[in-house]
Nanobody, 124 residues
Framework: QVQLVESGGGSVQAGESLGLSCAAS????????MGWYRQAPGKQRELVAT???????NYADSAKGRFTISVDKGKNTVYLRMNSLTPEDTAVYYC??????????????????WGQGTLVTVSS
């Protein structure tokens, strides 16, 4: 079974930086793409940034110019570097991956996997 394990959340002051990481572990064949989403209190989960394998990165408008997503394909790990954080960035950040697994019949299929979430709190 494949899992996404996140790390790096915490509490910072406005204007500071924070980095998140997310590693895929378990049994899988390959990773199609990975990304980060976030959910603030009382709001729906929203895209932050994604990085498809071999494709271009995609950022939410709120993240452009401040956040950088990157991936280490060899480690199946995606990173999110967040600069110039504001209180509006306070949320639970979730890692997401579209991952190819091989089921018991030997067939390959894509599964969407979510991490457990990591809390980022930005105080003014």
């Amino acid at each position: 079974q494949v899992q996404l394990v996140e790390s790096g959340g915490g509490s910072v002051q406005a204007g500071e930086s924070l980095g998140l990481s997310c590693a895929a572990s378990g049994s899988f064949f390959s990773v199609n793409h990975m990304g980060w989403y976030r959910q603030a209190p009382g709001k729906q989960r929203e895209l932050v940034a994604t990085v498809p394998t071999g494709g271009r990165t995609n950022y939410a408008d709120s993240a452009k110019g401040r956040f950088t997503i990157s991936v280490d394909k060899g480690k199946n790990t995606v990173y999110l570097r967040m600069n110039s954080l504001t209180p509006e960035d306070t949320a639970v950040y979730y890692c997401n991956g579209n991952i190819v697994v091989r089921d018991s019949s030997g067939a390959y299929r894509n599964v969407e996997v979510w991490g457990q979430g990591t809390l980022v709190t930005v105080s003014s």
